[in-house]
């Protein structure tokens, strides 16, 4: 595999953690709402991940380039854990009965899933860095 591949790999996979990171941001932020059905009440947002393999790939690049792996973002999934339903007759979105519709977020849930988007968006940063380091230890030795 060329090094340059290794650029690309992990350039993929910060984008996918990125977007990860968006999401879990997105659900954070909405946590707290509330609507008035079960129906429109906010869901969490997953990103569902799939592996780019060589073979995938060939087909969709031009013939000089080649390129080797990496992740992409396949879809961005509502969570199918249930909504919670709460009295709250006083509140101007309550239906008929006087229930609000809280979202399914769970606010611990969504730091962990952070805490892991940031924790692999550090280590892709890693691989860039020594892959850059590495290439310039071999421009110094080639150089000697």
């Known amino acids: 595999m060329p090094i340059d591949n290794i650029f690309g790999i992990a350039g993929s996979a910060l ?3 990125m977007a990860r990171m968006n999401a879990t941001a997105s659900n954070l932020a909405n946590a707290s709402t509330v609507a008035g059905s079960e129906k429109e009440a906010y869901r969490g947002k997953r990103t569902v991940f799939k592996a780019v393999m ?3 790939n060939q087909n969709q690049l031009p013939k000089d380039q080649t390129y080797q ?3 992409r973002i396949d879809a961005l999934v509502d969570d199918p854990s249930p909504v919670r339903r709460m009295s709250d ?3 101007p979105l309550a239906d008929k009965d006087g229930f609000v519709y809280l979202s399914n977020v769970n606010e611990m849930t969504e ?3 952070m805490m892991a988007a940031s924790r692999s968006y550090a280590n892709n940063v890693e691989v860039i860095n020594t892959t ?11 150089r000697s």
Request: proline share 4%; aromatic share 0%.
């Open 111 to 113: 730091m962990v899933e």
């Open 132 to 142: 850059r380091q590495l290439l310039m230890r071999t421009i110094d030795i080639t």
């Open 69 to 71: 792996g990496g992740v």
């Open 89 to 91: 007759p006083g509140n």
């Open 54 to 56: 060589e073979e995938q």
């Open 15 to 17: 984008n996918a953690q």
